[in-house]
Structure formats: structure tokens, C-alpha cells
């Protein structure tokens, strides 16, 4: 399908997602938002697309939503694209749910400034390779808001509440160094070798069980707001018996006996 203000790429199981707006530094505005959230429906649907990539054109990985809807609302115009983009449907947040809800590992590559409801999109994604000119802001408060799309839930749980405090309290600007350093981001990268490093996280990846990687994603963040412990122990008990009726799972067991990298075909 083509898009107007984002690209989606496919390769070899791999689909790359591209925010297309680089003249605003890939801000959302109501057809991005819109964009984005359809594209994400049909990767998850897509039996081919094993792992999703997504990343943005130009300086901007997403500066979050559109400055001029927000003058809008600000100015106390109903119905502005700003409204949409947090109330309407679908939403900054519809799309945060629908990353998150994947069955398939998200990657974010973050190429570049990523604030506001961009820097929401980037913590919904599984794992985040940053470039060394990245940028990360939790712009909110600036705007006399709270932070969405999952923020003040998922920030937390990956760098502890003293750390987000500080990061949604402030709205200061930290570099990907840092960014790396508080565990927000897994690596960062020289900017010319970020899709390079991604890419070949991807396809390894890519190269792992399906079904396997599916139920650990959803057995890792069942985890994290899973309150009792020998619960979650049934529920992996309960998942690996689905595993292992796989034929993935016998090319696993036949793979290590033989001595070989396993082929896995996603079933």
C-alpha cells in the first residue's frame, strides 16, 4: 500500500516502518497518526513480516505531535488536529498499544530528535538502537500536559521512577549517551551505521522461532504486571507445552544434536 507521510519497507522477513515528514521533523499530524496505526495493523497480520524496524527520514526520529495543531488547541480551536492526533481515533496512543501488542519484535532506530509523543512511540517498541546524534525529551510538561501513550507506565519500568521523574518532571534534553547509560536505549551507534547495526539485529532475529519469540514477548511484559510470581510460572509452564507441539521446537532439539544452526520455519 502506499502511504503519503511514511514509507514501509520488506526484505527478507524484515519490514521497516519510516516516519516521512522530515520538513517537521517527522511530527505527527492527523494522517500520520492515522498512517502509522494502519500500517502497524497490517504488519501484525503480515505471516512474512517477521520483525518490524521503525525509524524516521531526515534529522528526526519524531519530534511528537504537529506544534501547529497544538497552537490550535492552545488557542482554544475546536476540533484541531492537535485534539485529533489525543482524542480522536486512532490515536497517539492507539498506536503506542498496537507496537506494543505485536506478536513480532519492534526496533526502534532512532536516527535523531525524539521527543514528546515520539519519544511515547520509541518506548513502545521492544528493543531501541540510538544514533550518536540522537536526541531524547520528554517535552510534556512544556506544553502544560502529562506524558501519554503509555509513558508514565512504560518509562518507569525500564529506567526506575527516580530516573523518569526526573526526565518528565524537568523535560531536559539527554543525548544518546546518556540515553544509554540510564538502560533507556540497548546500543548506540556512530549515525552512518545505525540502520546497518539494526538491520543485523533484525535478521537475527528474524532467523529465531516465531511462535517462540511471540510467546516470550507477551510473557516478558505479562511479567511486568504480573503481581504473583507462581502465576507467571504456570503461564510459562502452560506457553512452553505450546512450544513444544512446534515443528520448530523438534528443529531446535534436532539442530543441537546435529550440531548445526537451526532453520526455524514459524511452525
Known amino acids: 500500500m502506499q502511504y503519503k507521510t511514511i514509507i514501509v519497507e520488506k526484505k527478507n522477513g524484515i519490514a521497516t516502518l519510516i516516519f516521512?515528514?522530515?520538513e517537521s521533523l517527522n511530527a505527527f499530524n492527523p494522517e500520520m497518526m492515522g498512517e502509522t496505526a494502519e500500517a502497524i495493523s497490517e504488519l501484525g497480520r503480515d505471516e512474512e513480516t517477521r520483525v518490524v524496524i521503525v525509524t524516521g527520514t531526515g534529522k528526526g526520529f519524531s519530534s511528537g505531535a504537529d506544534a501547529r495543531g497544538i497552537?490550535?488547541?492552545?488557542?482554544?480551536?475546536?476540533?484541531?488536529?492537535?485534539?485529533?492526533?489525543?482524542?480522536?481515533?486512532?490515536?497517539?496512543?492507539?498506536?503506542?498499544?498496537?507496537?506494543?501488542?505485536?506478536?513480532?519484535?519492534?526496533?526502534?532506530?532512532?536516527?535523531?530528535?525524539?521527543?514528546?509523543?515520539?519519544?511515547?512511540?520509541?518506548?513502545?517498541?521492544?528493543?531501541r538502537i540510538a544514533s550518536e546524534g540522537a536526541r531524547f525529551s520528554m517535552a510534556f510538561i512544556l506544553?502544560?500536559?502529562?506524558?501519554?501513550?503509555?509513558?508514565?507506565?512504560?518509562?518507569?519500568?525500564?529506567?526506575?521512577?527516580?530516573?523518569?521523574?526526573?526526565?518528565?518532571?524537568?523535560?531536559d534534553t539527554i543525548d544518546?549517551?546518556?540515553?544509554?547509560?540510564?538502560?533507556?536505549?540497548?546500543?548506540?551507534?556512530?549515525?552512518?551505521?545505525?540502520?546497518?547495526?539494526?538491520?543485523?539485529?533484525?535478521?537475527?532475529l528474524a532467523k529465531r522461532p516465531p511462535v517462540a519469540l511471540k510467546y516470550a514477548k507477551r510473557a516478558i511484559y505479562k511479567g511486568l504486571s504480573e503481581a504473583d510470581l507462581a502465576s507467571h510460572l504456570d503461564y510459562e509452564v502452560a506457553i512452553n507445552r505450546i512450544c513444544m507441539d512446534t515443528e520448530d521446537f523438534k528443529e531446535g532439539v534436532k539442530a543441537f544434536l546435529e550440531k548445526r544452526e537451526p532453520v526455524f520455519r514459524g511452525r
Open 20 to 22: 516521512n515528514r522530515p
Open 71 to 127: 497552537a490550535k488547541t492552545a488557542e482554544g480551536s475546536s476540533g484541531s488536529p492537535f485534539e485529533r492526533i489525543i482524542l480522536g481515533k486512532p490515536t497517539i496512543s492507539t498506536t503506542a498499544l498496537l507496537l506494543r501488542r505485536m506478536d513480532k519484535p519492534v526496533i526502534a532506530a532512532i536516527n535523531g530528535i525524539t521527543a514528546g509523543a515520539g519519544f511515547s512511540i520509541a518506548l513502545a517498541c521492544d528493543l
Open 143 to 171: 506544553r502544560g500536559l502529562i506524558p501519554d501513550s503509555g509513558s508514565t507506565s512504560l518509562l518507569p519500568k525500564l529506567i526506575g521512577s527516580a530516573k523518569a521523574c526526573e526526565l518528565i518532571f524537568t523535560a
Open 176 to 204: 544518546a549517551r546518556e540515553a544509554e547509560r540510564i538502560g533507556l536505549v540497548n546500543k548506540v551507534v556512530p549515525h552512518e551505521e545505525l540502520m546497518k547495526a539494526t538491520e543485523e539485529l533484525a535478521n537475527k
